[in-house]
């Protein structure tokens, strides 16, 4: 059997005498108390990282020492911890695909050229994985940066962070004091027309401070800053710096502080608009300071701080937690394990890592898999709203990269990895029943099928008091909250227009009736015509009589009256129109909750509807059944109560320019679910959460609905 200490491949190695490039430094790390070594390429501002049995022989790298004699010093030095021939032989391949490897021989310089074009196609490349982050390099801004390094200096000390602090923390007290004032009708502010006009303008300038905030963090602990351009982040272009020279940084608290920097910067400038936004009076500068607040607020807390996307609070916890390359270790990880315990191949190496970073693992990569897809579907939903196709685009394009990419990877490499070449047949069943159990899990196997919606518990029509007609209120015959009978007054209007006319109409039959008798032994013909339009005029009296007897509004069900529309000493004198709302007479006990349906789920609902469940807004730990009691015909816009908009907690979009916010933007439908006895108690008005339980359907038919439903819709518009 072979000496694994041996290679095959060692006499192509053997008598070689590389060194170091004399603009190598090397660094010593310690990540969770092991020591490595970072060899900084001063040249390109990459950094590359090795244990400390590699560095052995690398640091010894001097040009006049062959591999062979230095493996074997390191053999007699080291004993069994010595690393073998192909542990040499792929540390030196590391350096010298990190071309930081030197030797007496003419440079090759198609090498270089190629090494070129694999650098430029690799960036390409990882602009097309990522289309919503593209980065385009424009200038070198280490001279600007040494340039003005004395002004900002002083912000990286103890009275910095005195002065942040200051400026921070009653800005946070006076967002506190005016909290219903920043964000009050809040989605109508930020995306009217003029508005994304300032954004568009303000946002690169303020994205500006948070680069250059990394930058001048870098230049303050010695490192260089060779890349400044332009990344086209969900398609709007967003300034970038390269600050990766500072992964050099033995101290992991400046790598951190070097990665929060822009977000420091940008919360100052927040901050600075607050103050101004509080003492300005509204137009256009108060405008440009709320969108200062919405932009370095906002976005640094849901996009560069969160630390499942490759943004600033990614290198951030890599830097805290003392894992480098927490993402793509945390994937490999994930891979070895399939390939060890799912696929069983064997001569599977240990994976290098220790058991804390092992459990780093296990959560990273779901966790960030599931944030990453959670953030591009919620944009490409938000740009479809406005831009169909490009976003659209964008969610093919993410799914394809976040699913799409990781699924080929994998069957590539369950059918041509050389890897699994001896358990290839039991790798390839595996995979095909995971596929298949996942298929029959999404379209074969039926779930619970439902549709949520939110209601109020609702009076019967006959509680509510409406006036009849159109008229002015003379008298209340009912005090507010007193209790009534059915049929009783409670309060009297008038018209005098409408009085006029039927005190016409009468008139008119009396001259009628006289017309007619004056015929009686006439002419036949004009007394017929005399009695048809005699017969007219009485239906007509009848209609104006009947709209003068709705000028008195009367109980429609025993209970107390209470009043809507203003104290009762205000309503006498006052102008009412038809229909208009003036209170209500409760009968003391809760029947029905009035629930609302969007549009898209009306079919569904009305095809499917096997049961309703309900929970009231102020017992949210308990549910009772209930039934549908009535189905109000037809669709309409109007929400019986405005608790059920977005804007007061609810679930249905309104009409921005309705001022009450009883308008939907969509067409909705009414439905009455009738109350158990227990409930008869429940407060008018409480907010009632229903589940309308449409029996069971496989979960990805389900979502196929849904995805269909949207496309409608967006067609549609």
């Known amino acids: 059997m072979a000496n694994p200490f041996h290679s095959s491949s060692w006499f192509q190695v053997a008598r070689l005498r590389p060194r170091l490039k004399g603009h190598v430094r090397v660094r010593r790390h310690r990540y969770r108390g092991q020591v490595w070594y970072v060899i900084d390429d001063g040249a390109s501002g990459k950094a590359h990282r090795f244990p400390k049995g590699a560095y052995e022989l690398a640091g010894r790298l001097d040009g006049t020492t062959t591999v062979e004699a230095l493996w074997e010093l390191l053999v007699e030095r080291l004993g069994e911890d010595a690393p073998s021939q192909d542990d040499v032989i792929a540390a030196l391949g590391q350096l010298h695909a990190a071309d930081l490897l030197a030797s007496d021989t003419l440079p090759d310089t198609g090498e270089a050229y190629e090494r070129l074009k694999k650098e430029r196609r690799q960036r390409w490349l990882q602009n097309l994985k990522s289309p919503m982050s593209v980065r385009i390099n424009l200038v070198d801004p280490d001279r600007f940066l040494t340039r003005h390094m004395n002004l900002v200096a002083p912000l990286f000390s103890v009275a910095g962070v005195f002065l942040w602090l200051c400026v921070v923390v009653p800005a946070l007290l006076l ?62 272009p967003v300034p970038y710096v390269d600050a990766s020279h500072v992964s050099i940084l033995a101290n992991k608290w400046q790598r951190a502080l070097v990665g929060a920097a822009g977000m420091i910067a940008e919360v100052f400038i927040a901050a600075l608009a607050t103050f101004a936004w509080v003492l300005m009076e509204p137009g ?9 607040m919405l932009i370095a607020g906002v976005s640094t807390v849901l996009v560069n701080g969160n630390p499942f996307l490759r943004f600033d609070g990614y290198y951030i916890l890599s830097d805290l937690i003392e894992i480098p390359n927490l993402g793509s270790r945390a994937n490999r990880f994930w891979a070895h ?57 964008i ?113 008119r039959l009396r001259e009628l009736e006289a017309e007619a008798d004056a015929e009686l032994a006439g002419d036949l013909v004009k007394r017929q015509i005399s009695q048809d339009a005699w017969r007219e005029y009485s239906r007509r009296l009848v209609v104006q009589e009947q709209r003068l007897g709705d000028l008195g509004l009367t109980a429609g069900t025993d209970g107390t009256f209470i009043l809507t529309q203003a104290p009762a000493q205000d309503l006498p004198g006052r102008y009412v129109q038809k229909g208009t709302l003036l209170g209500y007479v409760t009968p003391g006990y809760a029947a029905v909750a009035r629930v609302v349906v969007p549009q898209d789920d009306i079919e569904l609902v009305r095809a499917r509807l096997r049961g309703v469940r309900f929970w009231l807004g102020s017992e949210p730990g308990k549910s009772w059944d209930g039934n549908i009691a009535r189905a109000i015909p037809g669709g309409t816009f109007e929400l019986p109560s405005e608790a059920l908009s977005t804007t007061h907690g609810g679930s249905i979009p309104t009409d921005p320019g309705d001022e009450k916010g009883l308008t939907a933007l969509n067409r909705v439908f009414l439905f009455d679910v009738s109350l158990p006895q227990q409930l008869r108690d429940a407060r008018f008005g409480t907010r009632v959460h229903v589940r309308l339980q449409l029996g069971w359907e496989p979960v990805g038919w389900q979502f196929m609905r849904r995805l269909r439903q949207l496309f409608l819709t967006q067609f549609n518009d």
């Open 175 to 236: 967002v506190g004091t005016h909290w219903n004032a920043m964000t009050g009708n809040l989605a109508d502010r930020v995306l009217a027309a003029d508005n994304l006009l300032l954004i568009a303008l303000i946002y690169p300038l303020v994205k500006c401070i948070h680069e250059l905030g990394h930058g001048f963090a870098a230049k303050n602990f010695g490192r260089e800053v060779r890349e400044m351009g332009v990344m086209l982040l969900i398609l709007v």
């Open 284 to 292: 256009l500068a108060r405008a440009i300071a709320f969108n200062i």
């Open 337 to 393: 394990l399939v390939d060890k315990y799912i696929f069983r191949t064997p001569g599977v190496l240990p994976f290098d890592a220790t058991p804390g970073e092992k459990r780093w693992f296990l959560f990273f990569a779901p966790a960030a898999l599931i944030a990453r897809m959670t953030m591009l579907i919620a944009i490409a939903l938000f740009v479809a709203q406005k831009y169909f196709v490009v976003g659209v685009l």
């Open 395 to 507: 969610a093919l394009w993410s799914l394809w990269s976040g699913l799409g990419l990781p699924v080929w990877k994998m069957f590539a490499h369950v059918l041509s990895s050389p890897q699994l070449h001896g358990n290839r047949k039991r790798a390839v069943r595996i995979t095909l029943g995971v596929v298949g159990a996942l298929l029959l899990a999404l379209f074969a196997v039926p779930l619970p099928l439902h549709v949520n919606a939110q209601g109020i518990v609702w009076l019967p029509e006959e509680a509510h008091v409406r006036a009849g007609a159109d008229g002015v209120i003379t008298r209340l015959a009912a005090s507010d909250g007193t209790p009534v009978k059915k049929g009783a007054l409670l309060m009297q209007a008038e018209n005098p227009v409408l009085e006029a006319e039927v005190e016409q109409i009468r008139w």
